[in-house]
């Protein structure tokens, strides 16, 4: 697909000097660089500099909050202004956390640190997305997965021993049977299913009222994009699939896949769910769908803008697929 990379998430071109990772003393250096700037994380959540125009907010790693916690910081580039690190805050409690409303489907709490200016929020990446720059959404997006990551793998896979950080937060290192581990991407493929003039949605249980979006699943071992298209298809909605394209690619770390954005022909239209995988999955037609994109549509919401769903959707109805 033509400009696939305008897609959020589609990456900015950082400069991620892979080669200083494990040199102690270069990073030494870009970390006491007085051009170094931090971005910052309180569980999974970027700090959000709120203004005219919503940014990532990057504070000097001279700042007090950062310095007890420098060796701990993820090198993730060079940029115009130096290097770019990130911190991780999740040790922080704050006074009146909503434990309930941080589980719900998009949190809309935002955490405001006593110790950071009033402008500067820890809020939900999704609900933030669409705002940021290129540059300022690959970084959110590689410290995000990076820290999931980090979180769901501190002991060794091999032998059970903790683990520990390495190579600027690119690596994990077990003291004791010496196994290196190297961060997870999980393939993910979602797929616009096209029969004729309509496209095939489904929807999961749990999802806000009237949502739908194009039908996903995680790629299994030993399977081809192509294929796990194709199974995933008939599994959840029981239509065949015959050729199969792909388009994009999104970067989605909630919390660490990589979404392959396809398109295939229904060989057939007759659905049948499977009620375990999803609630319901239904034909709409692309006139159905402009009114849902147009927000005058009351019975299907489409899918979030920022979602890779939204994009691959948006250029099937103006025809700019290819
Ligand atoms: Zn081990």
Redesign the pocket.
């Known amino acids: 697909m033509k400009n696939a990379e305008a897609v959020t998430f589609g990456g900015s071109g950082l400069e991620r000097a892979a080669h200083l990772r494990g040199d102690a003393e270069a990073l030494k250096a870009l970390r006491a660089d007085p051009n170094a700037q931090a971005i910052v994380f309180w569980r999974g959540k970027p700090l959000i500099r709120r203004g005219d125009w919503d940014a990532l907010a990057r504070l000097p790693m001279s700042h007090a909050l950062l310095v007890p916690r420098a060796e701990q910081s993820v090198f993730l580039g060079i940029e115009d202004h130096g290097p770019t690190f990130a911190h991780d805050l999740s040790d922080w409690e704050p006074d009146n956390v909503d434990p309930s409303a941080m589980n719900t489907f998009l949190d809309p709490t935002e955490q405001q640190h006593p110790d950071l200016p009033e402008t500067d929020v820890f809020a939900e990446l999704r609900a933030n997305m669409t705002r940021l720059t290129p540059r300022d959404a690959e970084l959110a997006v590689s410290a995000r997965a990076l820290y999931s990551w980090h979180d769901s793998h501190q002991?060794?896979?091999?032998?059970?021993?903790k683990?520990v950080m390495s190579m600027a937060g690119w690596q994990r290192d077990?003291?004791?049977?010496?196994?290196k581990h190297f961060p997870r991407t999980d393939p993910v493929v979602i797929m616009l299913i096209t029969h004729g003039n309509s496209v095939l949605m489904g929807r999961s249980p749990g999802w806000p009222e009237g949502m739908y979006s194009l039908l996903a699943g995680f790629v299994e071992p030993g399977e081809t994009l192509e294929a796990a298209v194709r199974r995933e298809v008939f599994e959840e909605s029981g239509i065949k699939v015959g050729h199969v394209d792909y388009l994009a690619s999104q970067p989605w770390p909630f919390p660490n896949s990589l979404m392959f954005g396809c398109r295939g022909e229904a060989l057939n239209t007759d659905i049948t769910i499977d009620p375990v995988e999803i609630e319901d999955a239904i034909w709409v037609t692309r006139e159905d769908m402009m009114l849902s994109f147009a927000g005058e549509n009351t019975k299907i919401l489409s899918a979030r803008k920022g979602a890779i769903a939204h994009f691959i959707l948006e250029r099937w109805l103006s025809d700019r697929l290819d």
């Open positions: 002991f060794c896979s091999k032998c059970g021993a683990s077990c003291t004791t049977c010496d196994g």
